[in-house]
């Protein structure tokens, strides 16, 4: 995408408007509390209009590559599946606690986008891990500074120029401690880059799918709360309600103390406002997460995030993908195989991961299957709302009645709070003979080896 012209400026009610011509006109504007603004316009070259969808090989639904429409951080009736005219002004309101770096330095803060810096792709794009100054934008030698994850915009990806200005507005100006933090953004030329901090344990996906040494359960229960709470924030805390729309295991990361983390904003809405219940929109997101009522009618509320919330809760307490046909007949689609189990006092062990061994809580596994069975009811208007999911969540991590191997040696303590909010040291141990540990914060993204946990007051 090409940029014909940018400007950086502090505006209190007037703003600059881009003409056709690539001429700055001044507009009315509304105060925008001096955030920057940046007003340009974006055109490619390569665009093509294309109506329908696309699917990735994780069976996320994206827009296809089509020329630029115009994102608004307002809520509309419809979000129109036909592009707007190309030679249309956007803009685009960024916080001015980002950082705006040259795509130079983050050239030079990934060592190049060398392959060794290589974390992940997505469909956004690759992702490299590098290192800036922590109070600047400048890069710095390995192992020094600020560890940053800098996301690149794959141009013939399924996912563009919206999807970056979504991922800027919504994480520019939400602020919690189960959100990433968008550190900054580059857009240079083409360039289109997003810079976060850095996720010492990846991605909830990789531990639970792509790990051979099991997450312990109590580990399990903190990431789920997380999560959780980060959701709440999102439908109820934020200064207007946010759908998160792609809520699954690989949004969810984790920092070095297995702190949970969500990402990726790309396909976020505003929430319904005033008397309205939901949001109508094109059917996107990642099969086999999205709530049924979405599926079928386009209609979007915060109760479309709680079904898919309780799909990875399934994930979670099961070890099995939302989506899995390597499985056998009957078990492709992890929630119709789960449901008959979950709420049955009798048969809710058989579905709880068989890797753990039996080591986790039997109280906090059926109450569990509750919690699970409730967000993913099958009318809307029966799931519980995210915060009270958190009140139900909240104690589950602190139940004792786990099996505790003997002559254990701890290689890890995990921060969690009690009922009463007060911080409990919960040790991640193995067993004596059990020669593996816990990777670095700066290492790879690795999973306990045989692990469960003892409690620390």
């Known amino acids: 995408?090409?940029?014909?012209?940018?400007?950086?400026?502090?505006?209190?009610?007037?703003?600059?408007?881009?003409?056709?011509?690539?001429?700055?006109?001044?507009?009315?504007?509304?105060?925008?509390?001096?955030?920057?603004?940046?007003?340009?316009?974006?055109?490619?070259p390569k665009s093509k209009v294309d109506h329908g969808s696309s699917r990735t090989s994780d069976g996320t639904t994206r827009d296809?590559?089509?020329a630029p429409t115009l994102f608004s951080s307002t809520t509309s009736d419809v979000e129109s599946s036909t592009p707007t005219t190309p030679n249309r002004g956007w803009e685009l309101e960024i916080a001015s606690q980002l950082?705006?770096?040259?795509?130079?330095?983050?050239?030079?803060?990934?060592?190049?986008?060398?392959?060794?810096?290589?974390?992940?792709?997505?469909?956004?794009?690759?992702?490299?891990?590098?290192?800036?100054?922590?109070?600047?934008?400048?890069?710095?030698?390995?192992?020094?500074?600020?560890?940053?994850?800098?996301?690149?915009?794959?141009?013939n990806g399924l996912q563009g120029h919206k999807e970056w200005l979504a991922e800027v507005n919504f994480l520019g100006n939400l602020h919690h401690q189960n959100?990433?933090?968008?550190?900054?953004?580059?857009?240079?030329?083409?360039?289109?880059?997003?810079?976060?901090?850095?996720?010492?344990?990846?991605?909830?996906?990789?531990?639970?799918?792509?790990?051979?040494?099991?997450?312990?359960?109590?580990?399990?229960?903190?990431i789920a709360l997380g999560a959780a709470q980060g959701l709440a924030y999102l439908h109820e805390e934020a200064e207007k309600p946010v759908i998160y729309r792609d809520f699954k295991a690989s949004n969810v990361l984790l920092d070095a103390n297995y702190n949970t983390k969500l990402s990726d904003f790309g396909l976020a809405r505003d929430g319904p406002e005033g008397d309205k219940t939901h949001v109508s929109t094109r059917v996107m997101g990642t099969y086999g997460?999205?709530?049924?009522?979405?599926?079928?009618?386009?209609?979007?509320?915060?109760?479309?995030?709680?079904?898919?919330f309780g799909v990875v809760f399934l994930e979670i307490l099961?070890?099995?993908?939302?989506?899995?046909?390597?499985?056998?007949?009957?078990?492709?689609?992890?929630?119709?195989?789960?449901?008959?189990?979950?709420?049955?006092?009798?048969?809710?062990?058989?579905?709880?991961?068989?890797r753990l061994e039996g080591h986790f809580s039997k109280r906090g596994a059926f109450r569990s299957t509750e919690i699970a069975a409730r967000c993913l009811r099958r009318s809307a208007k029966n799931r519980p709302h995210m915060s009270e999911v958190v009140e139900m969540l909240k104690p589950l991590p602190l139940l004792k009645d786990i099996a505790k191997f003997p002559e254990v040696q701890v290689k890890d303590v995990v921060n969690i709070n009690d009922k009463n909010g007060n911080k409990v040291q919960a040790g991640v141990v193995a067993k004596s003979n059990a020669a593996q540990s816990l990777s670095s914060p700066n290492g790879s993204y690795a999973s306990p080896s045989n692990y469960t946990l003892t409690y620390q007051p």
């Open 179 to 222: 959100l990433v933090k968008l550190v900054g953004y580059c857009m240079e030329d083409d360039q289109r880059l997003l810079v976060y901090e850095f996720m010492a344990r990846g991605s909830l996906e990789n531990h639970l799918f792509r790990r051979s040494m099991p997450l312990p359960w109590c580990v399990r229960m903190k």
């Open 318 to 354: 099961t070890g099995r993908r939302a989506m899995d046909k390597s499985r056998p007949r009957g078990e492709h689609n992890l929630v119709a195989w789960a449901k008959p189990f979950l709420s049955d006092r009798h048969q809710f062990c058989q579905i709880i991961d068989p």
């Open 64 to 66: 296809p590559p089509v």
């Open 99 to 155: 950082r705006n770096f040259a795509f130079s330095e983050l050239k030079l803060a990934t060592r190049n986008f060398k392959p060794e810096s290589l974390l992940g792709v997505g469909g956004f794009g690759p992702v490299y891990k590098g290192w800036i100054n922590e109070n600047g934008s400048s890069p710095v030698k390995p192992g020094t500074g600020l560890p940053v994850a800098v996301k690149t915009l794959n141009k």
């Open 1 to 44: 995408m090409g940029l014909l012209a940018s400007e950086d400026i502090n505006l209190n009610k007037t703003s600059l408007r881009m003409e056709k011509n690539g001429t700055m006109k001044k507009a009315n504007n509304a105060s925008f509390g001096g955030c920057r603004i940046l007003k340009y316009l974006c055109m490619s």
């Open 289 to 308: 997460y999205a709530a049924p009522e979405y599926v079928m009618t386009g209609h979007l509320s915060m109760k479309s995030d709680v079904y898919s």
